[in-house]
């Protein structure tokens, strides 16, 4: 049965997004190989979830999270990409704007 903190979480991921009140943001990119659990990771770490079946990510998945650190606010944007070769040649004209 889902708590009412359950059913809060998306909310607070879109207010999460949206906000502009921080005092540092991190963009962290993701890059690996397919089916490795880079999907998984990023699920676990941003919205502490955890589904043992994930479909492959075609594209980019992304996330929002706002830590606290020494009395900072710190805003991460977390990017997850898959790519089929290490070739960052492939990544130049999807990365921008990033």
């Not at 941003?46 to 980019?60: L, Q």
């Not at 996330?63 to 997850?80: A, G, Y």
């Amino acid at each position: 049965m889902a708590s009412v903190s359950d059913a809060r979480q998306p909310q607070q991921a879109q207010k999460d997004a949206a906000d502009q009140n921080f005092d540092y943001m991190f963009k962290l990119l993701i890059i690996g190989d397919s089916s490795v659990g880079k999907t998984s990771f990023l699920f676990r770490y941003a919205d502490d979830s955890f589904t043992p079946a994930f479909v492959s990510t075609v594209g980019i998945d992304f996330k929002v999270k706002t830590v606290f650190r020494n009395n900072k606010r710190i805003k991460l944007q977390i990017w997850c990409h898959m790519v089929q070769s290490m070739d960052t040649g492939q990544m130049e004209g999807g990365m921008e704007g990033m």
